[in-house]
């Protein structure tokens, strides 16, 4: 079998709930814990694909490569504005989002697929600790930070609450890559659900 087929869940992400959306002051509550993250290395709590629009699927152990970033996924099917051709931007094959900012935007570990990241890791994803071009270790694969901008969207916004879309998008929010950070593959390798994520 194919490690990126072992499959915990499916998750589908059209689904959101307004009573579960956090206010501004609740954020902000959140910031303390989210800049106590681990600087150097930490913890892959959650790996998920999309292998379809508004589908995702979290997995034990995935295969990364710089086809298609996870194994699966279809990042290689979606086009960007922003990349030179309109096709898939090579700057964005995988985004990481913070544990600890998904627990706080989103809220259960359940719901943290409906953001649409593939790696969820108990790290300090921020500016000042992952500058572009820092490279990150997990499992056998390596993956380099870019510079393109991660940022909340309308689907952000409809999933998560006006509020969450704002903070994560502006001041201390986007400073910290509340709402992530993108990705592109240097090494192609296995990780698994628990792994260590280290920065090199």
């Known amino acids: 079998m194919n490690a990126s087929a072992e499959t915990t869940a499916i998750v589908e992400a059209a689904s959101s709930d307004p009573a579960l959306h956090r206010s501004t002051a609740e954020l902000e509550a959140a910031l303390s814990h989210i800049r106590e993250a681990p600087g150097s290395t930490g913890t892959i709590e959650l790996i998920v694909r999309r292998p379809g629009e508004d589908a995702r699927e979290v997995l034990d152990v995935a295969d990364i490569n710089d086809a298609e970033g996870v194994a699966g996924d279809t990042w290689n099917q979606r086009g960007s504005p922003s990349s030179a051709d309109g096709g898939p931007h090579p700057d964005a094959q995988i985004t ?6 998904a627990a706080a935007v989103i809220g259960p570990v359940e719901r943290w697929p409906l953001a649409g990241d593939q790696i969820y890791a108990d790290l300090d994803i921020s500016h000042e600790t992952l500058p572009a071009g820092a490279q990150l270790r997990l499992g056998d694969a390596i993956l380099e930070v870019t510079a393109k901008p991660h940022r909340g969207c309308a689907k952000f916004a ?4 006006r509020d969450a879309l704002r903070f994560v998008n502006t001041g201390e929010g986007r400073d910290l890559r509340m709402r992530g950070v993108n990705c592109r593959v240097v090494q192609p390798g296995t990780v698994r659900a628990g792994d260590p994520i280290t920065r090199l």
């Open 96 to 101: 990481i989002m913070s544990a600890r900012a």
């Open 158 to 161: 409809a999933r998560f609450g």
